[in-house]
């Protein structure tokens, strides 16, 4: 539910940001060049919620069904620190304009970017990160699963736990399957960006399309697979009427 929630926020604030940039051009409104980098900019790289957020839950979830204990603190701050500091580091350059440089952008006409020292690895690195995370959280999840099957097996775990477990594993196998379907797209084109600081329109429209319509579809089929909310949408949609 919580995923679900960041899908809807992520593209809310992406409507919103259109609609910024489609109000401006209709009313021939002169838009004020940083301001529309760094919404360019957030928008490009907040969907790394989503990903990391499904990778630390595959990991919170793995300790505490097979090893029944909660992860060692400090290790999972290790990690929360190594995968949150390039995005942060490369992002935090732009908004607040540190050893600032302009790029070329499609849509802003200008986009900003950093000298910062490391502000290319950081960049690169992070995309190739994103390209990977989806994998491993599929594995591990599909690993949680496994398990609970072979525990499932030996009777010492309940019908209805081991059932509850099932619906939960497609839930986060939707959520982990569309960003490796629908993200890499973005990741590439990300990387062509950073290496060639532009990108066909083409790309960009094909690679937008397939991220957010993959968004409201993952929201859906990840919705529906669990049992409490498709007996409410069957409520909702699937309504009996009686007569008199």
């Given at each position: 539910m919580t995923l679900s929630c960041q899908y809807i926020f992520l593209c809310s604030y992406h409507?919103?940001?259109?609609?910024?940039?489609?109000?401006?051009?209709?009313?021939?409104?002169?838009?004020?060049?940083?301001?529309?980098?760094?919404?360019?900019?957030?928008?490009?790289?907040?969907?790394?919620?989503?990903?990391?957020?499904?990778?630390?839950?595959?990991?919170?979830r793995y300790f505490k069904v097979i090893k029944q204990r909660l992860p060692n603190k400090f290790v999972m701050s290790v990690i929360v620190i190594i995968l949150l500091f390039p995005p942060l580091y490369f992002v935090f350059g732009q908004v607040f304009e540190l050893k600032l440089r302009y790029t070329k952008n499609m849509i802003c006409i200008y986009g900003i970017a950093s000298n910062l020292p490391l502000y290319k690895f950081f960049e690169t690195e992070n995309l190739i990160v994103l390209a990977i995370l989806p994998l491993i959280s599929f594995a591990l999840n599909y690993y949680i699963f496994w398990?609970?099957?072979?525990?499932?097996?030996?009777?010492?775990?309940?019908?209805?736990?081991?059932?509850?477990?099932?619906?939960?594993?497609?839930?986060?196998?939707?959520?982990?399957?569309?960003?490796?379907?629908?993200?890499?797209?973005?990741?590439?084109a990300l990387l062509y960006y950073s290496f060639y600081q532009t990108m066909p329109l083409g790309l960009n429209i094909l690679v937008q399309f397939l991220h957010y319509a993959g968004q409201g579809i993952c929201i859906f089929l990840s919705l529906i697979t669990i049992n409490h909310f498709r007996e409410m949408m069957k409520r909702d949609m699937l309504c009996k009427w009686t007569r008199n």
């Amino acid at each position: 539910m919580t995923l679900s929630c960041q899908y809807i926020f992520l593209c809310s604030y992406h409507i919103f940001y259109n609609s910024f940039i489609v109000y401006h051009n209709f009313k021939k409104k002169s838009i004020f060049q940083h301001t529309c980098a760094k919404l360019n900019t957030i928008d490009m790289y907040i969907n790394e919620i989503v990903i990391l957020s499904l990778f630390f839950f595959n990991i919170f979830r793995y300790f505490k069904v097979i090893k029944q204990r909660l992860p060692n603190k400090f290790v999972m701050s290790v990690i929360v620190i190594i995968l949150l500091f390039p995005p942060l580091y490369f992002v935090f350059g732009q908004v607040f304009e540190l050893k600032l440089r302009y790029t070329k952008n499609m849509i802003c006409i200008y986009g900003i970017a950093s000298n910062l020292p490391l502000y290319k690895f950081f960049e690169t690195e992070n995309l190739i990160v994103l390209a990977i995370l989806p994998l491993i959280s599929f594995a591990l999840n599909y690993y949680i699963f496994w398990k609970l099957k072979n525990i499932r097996n030996r009777h010492l775990v309940s019908k209805e736990s081991f059932n509850e477990s099932k619906h939960l594993f497609i839930s986060i196998t939707i959520q982990s399957i569309f960003p490796f379907i629908c993200q890499v797209p973005t990741v590439i084109a990300l990387l062509y960006y950073s290496f060639y600081q532009t990108m066909p329109l083409g790309l960009n429209i094909l690679v937008q399309f397939l991220h957010y319509a993959g968004q409201g579809i993952c929201i859906f089929l990840s919705l529906i697979t669990i049992n409490h909310f498709r007996e409410m949408m069957k409520r909702d949609m699937l309504c009996k009427w009686t007569r008199n």
